[in-house]
């Protein structure tokens, strides 16, 4: 039995993160500015009351800011957050590191994944993002393949070298 036989969820793609942040609003400009996203709506009372619901354009939300407790850590929720480009070119991924550093945005690293090439950005609150050129496509498990055979490669990219 494969891992995939063993549950019957089967998860197309990420719906939705949601992120404790420092300051809602701030981190929402941030995420506008930066990622083009926009505000959906923002939360009045209850649970999530002064949480910000964002989107890349065709879902309710895509990321949701929800005020985090005044002491807590920044950023280690997780490891990173990856975003696939609707744009499939190394010349759309230049673009967006050019914009990135126009922004002032703190770029982490740049790796090459053998079926991607990613950048690693952080936002205000020092989350980890990526933003990634898928390189092999995933049709008819391309991808998958590719990278069990590169056993998971990340290579370092300079960024001339993108």
Same mark, same amino acid.
């Given at each position: ?7 019957? #969820? ?11 942040? &420092?300051? =809602?609003?701030?981190?929402? &400009? ?7 996203? &926009?505000? !959906?709506?923002? /939360?009045? *009372? ?6 910000? %619901?964002?989107? %890349?354009?065709?879902? *309710?939300? *895509? ?5 985090? +407790? =005044? ?28 914009? %990135? &550093? ?16 990613? #950048? ?15 390189? #092999?496509?995933?049709?008819?498990? /391309? ?7 590169? +056993?998971?490669? /990340?290579? =370092? !990219? ?5």
């Amino acid at each position: 039995m494969s891992q995939t036989d063993t549950s019957p #969820i089967r998860v197309d793609k990420i719906a939705h993160i949601v992120l404790f942040v &420092k300051d =809602p609003e701030a981190s929402a &400009k941030w995420y506008s500015d930066v990622l083009n996203m &926009k505000i !959906v709506a923002r /939360a009045g *009372d209850g649970p999530y009351k002064g949480g910000v %619901f964002m989107s %890349f354009g065709v879902a *309710d939300h *895509d990321i949701a800011l929800f005020p985090g +407790e =005044p002491d807590a850590s920044r950023g280690k929720e997780f490891e990173h957050i990856g975003l696939m480009m609707s744009g499939t070119s190394m010349d759309d991924l230049r673009r967006n590191y050019s914009f %990135f &550093k126009e922004r002032g945005v703190e770029v982490a690293e740049i790796l090459d994944h053998g079926v991607s090439t990613g #950048i690693y950005f952080y936002d205000p609150d020092g989350h980890m993002l990526e933003v990634f050129c898928q390189r #092999i496509s995933t049709d008819g498990g /391309a991808s998958q393949a590719e990278l069990n055979r590169n +056993e998971g490669q /990340a290579n =370092p !990219v300079a960024p001339d070298q993108l």
